[in-house]
């Protein structure tokens, strides 16, 4: 997967915590894939006609964010204490401005809360109410608590408190993330990410995707990235930059850095996956666990999805 010169690429991510494929069926699948390519979809559209890749991201993760299968935005999960707390970052590589906020509630669409950080204030990271109201003050449009609430997510929290845990024992609730990363034909790389987090988490608990450096990077002279996981280890090993450091000052090339740094991360307990676009527009999407909802597009402009450890499906 790989593409070069003034090519395109975009690649996403709609979080590792996949149904076991006992319980996927036909229709949930389709599902599932249609929510990916319609991301994908709106992605390639600013790319193909030279559009850049911070916008190609943020509309895609635009389009997961008003998906309620995928948990972000629309499809949060709940706290511990019944309520959602939704975080999100971009980045962009040619200067490397970011953008995050972490620990908010109202803005429909996290990602572009955290773009208006990036692009309307001087710092990199706002959180909790001081960053609704920088929301507000942005005109950024807001959504009641019925957007919100999805009856799945609130049945998944029940399930989570009914057995005394905080959702650690079950793998699958610590992967809800969304994702996604570009190359344009400018050469520019872009990242954003945006997350529900964890079912059952503590209120304020603060994952890795708007922590820039952990979940979500980019870098032009490296890569961009967008990952999915238990948060806790992806932040204490820098994930994200570590593929950057290992392209830079190791010589790697995208897939064996991002593959190398998914196995470690699996290796000391950290579950997940991420995608990855490199400067000369190759793509990675590496996962250790049972499934990745993923897909990438290039400049061909076929649209390729997968969940499991399969061969993409091209529509």
């Known amino acids: ?53 911070l916008d190609a991201v943020t509309a895609s993760v635009c389009a997961l964010e008003d998906d309620p299968l995928f948990n972000a935005g629309k499809g949060a999960v709940f706290t511990r204490a019944g309520t959602q707390e939704m975080d999100a970052a971009v980045m962009e590589g040619r200067e490397r401005r970011a953008g995050a906020v972490a620990g908010i509630f109202g803005p429909k669409n996290p990602v572009l809360a955290a773009r208006a950080v990036m692009e309307r204030s001087p710092h990199v990271l706002l959180i909790g109410e001081g960053a609704v109201a920088f929301c507000r003050e942005a005109g950024l449009a807001f959504a009641d608590r019925d957007h919100f609430f999805t009856e799945a997510r609130w049945q998944a929290l029940q399930d989570t408190l009914a057995r005394g845990d905080d959702g650690e024992s079950d793998e699958a609730r610590r992967h809800g993330t969304i994702g996604a990363v570009a190359r344009d034909r400018a050469g520019n790389l872009a990242a954003a990410t945006s997350t529900g987090g964890m079912t059952g988490k503590l209120p304020g608990r603060v994952g890795d995707s708007p922590i820039i450096g952990a979940g979500t990077y980019a870098d032009n002279a490296t890569c961009a990235v967008s990952a999915t996981g238990h948060g806790e280890f992806f932040i204490r090993y820098t994930a994200a930059h570590e593929i950057a450091a290992r392209i830079a000052h190791a010589g790697q090339r995208l897939a064996a850095a991002a593959a190398a740094v998914v196995a470690e991360l699996g ?19 590496p996962f250790n666990y049972a499934g990745m909802y993923r897909g990438y597009v290039q400049d061909d402009g076929i649209v390729y999805t997968a969940i499991y450890d399969e061969a993409y499906e091209a529509s």
């Not at 000391?268 to 996956?273: A, D, F, R």
Request: proline share 0%; hydrophobic share 45%.
């Open 1 to 53: 997967m790989t593409s070069a010169g003034s090519a395109f690429a975009l690649a996403l991510l709609g979080g590792a915590g996949t149904l076991r494929r006992g319980d996927m069926d036909a229709e949930r699948d389709a599902r599932y894939r249609a929510g990916l390519r319609r991301a994908l979809v709106a992605g390639r559209d600013i790319l193909a006609v030279d559009g850049s890749a």
């Open 267 to 285: 290796r000391v307990g950290g579950s997940g996956g991420l995608v990855a676009v490199g400067s000369d527009g190759a793509v990675a999407l």
